[in-house]
């Protein structure tokens, strides 16, 4: 049975982004491996499955699913997809 959660990546209280924590290294052209991941805090509001994924930027991605059990503060890790094309400055925007 599908039971979507509720939830945000922005704290109730102020609307800032809640904490993230990038991990690994990055190369261009260079295949991404399991230590390259985004670490995202979510504010869940209603418990079920989720979906987070980022924006598509200089060749790669970060994506996750999953469910949450409990309300409150979740840490969810999205893991890398593809590859970086060029050596640049990247900024990803997550979608809940």
Known sequence: MFNPSSG???SGTTGDCLSSVVGGTYK????????NYVD???????????TISTD?????????????????????????????????TNIFYSHL
């Open 8 to 10: 945000s990546l922005q």
């Open 28 to 35: 261009a052209d260079i295949s991404l491996a399991d230590s």
């Open 40 to 50: 995202v805090k979510v504010d869940v509001i209603t418990a079920g499955s989720y």
């Open 56 to 88: 598509t930027i200089n060749g790669f991605y970060f994506s996750a699913a999953g469910s949450f059990a409990a309300t409150g503060e979740n840490t969810v890790r999205l893991q890398r997809n593809g590859k970086p094309q060029t050596v640049e």
